[in-house]
């Protein structure tokens, strides 16, 4: 917390408070910036015995509580990496950017640093410093995304999921036993990241046919003109269109020798060879859902191999990509399932997209006079705003970036 605007010696009036405090963290990536900012107000703000009142905003602020803390909200926005003027915009009619911390080491210097992560943290810097006047403070990618991925599998209830057969079920975490997993984060390109425990970890794989490629393809060969376009079109399509499958090859039987039914797929877009068709003979739909199964399948499938290297049972998958996506999850998961015969495990998490903004969130820790802790959240509540989504499905209970964790956070 910025303590030094709230100071109070005791004797002078009580400073004016602001309506709210932010902590405000970002993760610049390829395709898309995610925004992470913590807000409260005076009223939420308790003291360590737990009352609530406005003057217990004054004892926080001058010190007078060893363990003060603060209750508010994590509040989530992402902006697409090529309109960053507009997320520009967005920090600063909040005053997002005001939510920063000093570094002590340089006190003297009036100047906030702003928590940050991702490739954009280094090549927008500048932008940063001459349209806000903050200094981005650079956390490492892989830090981050592991630390955003155990704090959401420790602190936040009903987080990570299974999806097979159109079926979500939430999965309990046990702590005591949540390590090693695989983490594989489905951005612009994907990394796979052994987690053995709290900031330790081995990124063990990647490749670069991820989210990227699905929306640079898809642009190319459909025309979609927005990444929603794109999959709300591959909800219409059928991969069967374009995708050869085993029966194609084997006269409508089964390759049961070897486990392959007839209806598997032998060659993602593997007709389009054989059929002398162009491309705009094909339904954009179709090559739409046979691009996402594709890729989808070929992540699953990676994913797998990397658990197996390492005796890994649980893989859980972030990264932007996915956005709730039933089919996206399923090809992932039934990929997982087939080639582990069952034995790992794919799941999902709520808040798939902002691990590495939460990473670098949770790094405002390191700073002593600025240490935010997280201890807890509830279930995210239901706002209106989810129906602005045209891809969120309510009854799933998809997480939507307007909504917002309730936390406490402990300011020292
Ligand atoms: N509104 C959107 N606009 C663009 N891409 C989107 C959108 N929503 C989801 N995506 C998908 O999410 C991917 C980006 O995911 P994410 O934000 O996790 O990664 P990134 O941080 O931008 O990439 P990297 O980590 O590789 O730098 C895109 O490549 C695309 O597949
Ligand atoms: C380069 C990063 C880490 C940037 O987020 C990501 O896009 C990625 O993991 N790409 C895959 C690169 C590879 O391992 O082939």
Known sequence: MDLRRNENDGNSEPTQFPAQISHLALDIGGSLIKVVYFSTSRDNCIDCEGESSANDTLRLFSGNCKHPVLQGRLHFAKFETSKIKDCLEFISSKELHLGGFQHHENPSKDRKFIKATGGGAYKFAELFKENLGIDLDKEDEMDCLVAGANFLLKAVHREAYTFMDGQKEFVQIDQSDLYPYLLVNIGSGVSMIKVDGDGKFERVSGTNVGGGTFWGLGRLLTKCKS????????????????????????????????????????????????DNKELEDYKPEDVARSLLRMISNNIGQISYLNALRFGLKRIFFGGFFIRGQ??????????????????????????EGFLGALGAYVSYAKHSNDNVVCNQSTQLPVSASYAADPNYNPLSGDFNDNESIQCSVYAA
Do not use: C
Request: proline share 1%; net charge negative; hydrophobic share 40%.
């Open 227 to 274: 990444f929603d376009e794109l999959l709300e079109l591959s909800h219409q399509g059928n991969n069967r269109a374009i995708d050869m499958l085993v029966g194609e090859i084997y006269g409508g039987m089964d390759y049961s020798k070897i486990g392959l039914s007839s209806t598997t797929i032998a060659s993602s877009f593997g007709k389009a060879v054989s």
């Open 326 to 351: 039933p089919y996206t999850m399923d090809t992932i998961s039934v990929a997982v399932h087939f080639w582990s015969k069952g034995e790992a495990k794919a799941m999902f998490l709520r808040h």
